[in-house]
């Protein structure tokens, strides 16, 4: 299995690109760290998703961008050829130590699905989601995801491609997952016995506020979001 890894960067976390590129360079991992061409960082390849993918209205790109944010690691698979047969996308507020991506990357080498993610959940286990509900919702769209640090195939990518348009004005959350069910893909959360340890969402709670640049309480085993504070540079460890 050929895994390739894409960080979406709108905000700028330069330390963290470059500590998770040296880290899969080292594991023979292509990596390739994005940003949005209304929110362009230094370093990083630009995405810029077509009009017709994007919702209708005056919300500023931005807004729209981060609204669609799944087909931004879509788009720069085809603009800049990237070839795998899974690709790792994570957003640029997610953090983790280099040994804690490679072993993301090896307790998940045996999973075949189109679909993982650290949060997902059907309309039946989380009927409170308003976005089951929201009139741009699909009549299809019955799972919701955590959309900062996922996996997904290349088929996926297609079927994403296939319904970008159809599904413009819903929120990725909703449509990531969900496309590829409808498309009887195969979706799972990463909650395995193995895996639990890697994951700690809620790091805000130490870092309060969006805007605050503050280090995270440390765990050096655990995957932080939203880690707001850009890592110092940190080795990659030796193959």
């Not at 500590?19 to 949005?36: C, D, H, N, Q, Y």
Request: glycine fraction near 8%; aromatic fraction near 12%; include cysteine.
């Amino acid at each position: 299995m050929k895994i390739a890894v894409i960080m979406s960067d709108a905000a700028g976390y330069p330390n963290r690109a470059g500590m998770v590129g040296a880290t899969m360079k080292t594991a023979g991992i292509e990596f390739l760290r994005i940003s949005p061409a209304d929110q362009p960082q230094e370093g990083a390849a630009t995405v810029d998703l077509p009009a017709g993918w994007l919702p209708a209205g005056d919300q500023p790109l931005h807004w729209k961008h981060w609204y669609r944010n799944h087909l931004h690691y879509l788009d720069a698979v085809r603009r800049y050829g990237i070839k795998a047969d899974h690709y790792w996308c994570f957003e640029g507020d997610v953090s983790a130590s280099p040994l804690t991506w490679l072993r993301l990357i090896d307790t998940t080498a045996d999973m075949p699905h189109d679909g993982l993610w650290t949060r997902l959940y059907h309309a039946t286990e989380r009927p409170g989601i308003g976005w089951f509900t929201h009139p741009t919702t699909p009549p299809w769209g019955e799972w919701y995801c955590l959309g900062a640090l996922w996996r997904v195939s290349a088929r996926a990518l297609d079927w994403w491609e296939e319904t970008a348009a159809e599904t413009r004005e819903a929120f990725t959350e909703i449509v990531a997952p969900s496309v590829i069910a409808h498309r009887s893909g195969t979706i799972a959360r990463i909650n395995r016995r193995d895996h639990e340890p890697l994951y700690h969402c809620g790091t805000i709670l130490f870092n309060p506020g969006h805007t605050t640049r503050t280090p995270p309480v440390p765990h050096p085993g655990r995957f932080l979001h939203p880690c707001k504070f850009d890592d110092p540079l940190t080795p990659a460890p030796a193959p």
